[in-house]
Nanobody
């Protein structure tokens, strides 16, 4: 299984970025997906999650209303659209996948996920 995250970069506060995660080696449509982030010296934290069907989503309070998670099961891709970025959003962002037996199940804990990507750096300058 491979999860390849991309789309990170340097952006000014208030700007936008869209992260992508390409999955291979798994039946993508049977996997719930999530985005997590980790800043230097901090623990990895939940950002957003989406069910395998794409009909259920969940967000951390800190990003609700600014970030949107979506997926394209035909292309094995999951996205994280990030708007109104703040300096506190600076972190390495990781996508994660795990088999989900239920179509609408979302997972918010790192230990719930079996597969992880390598991370993409997002830096927001103030």
């Amino acid at each position: 299984v491979q999860l390849q995250a991309s789309g990170g970069g340097l952006v000014q506060a208030g700007g936008s970025l869209r992260l992508s995660c390409a999955a291979s080696g798994l039946t993508f449509s049977l996997n719930a997906m999530g985005w997590f982030r980790q800043a230097p010296g901090k623990e990895r934290e939940f950002v957003a999650a989406i069910s395998r069907s794409g009909t259920s989503t969940s967000y951390a309070d800190s990003v609700k209303g600014r970030f949107t998670i979506s997926r394209d099961n035909a292309k094995n891709l999951v996205y994280l659209q990030m708007n109104s970025l703040e300096s506190e959003d600076t972190a390495a962002y990781y996508c994660a996948a795990t088999f989900a037996s239920t179509r609408n199940y979302v997972l918010k804990l790192p230990q719930d996920y079996n597969y992880w990507g390598q991370g993409t750096q997002v830096t927001v300058s103030s």
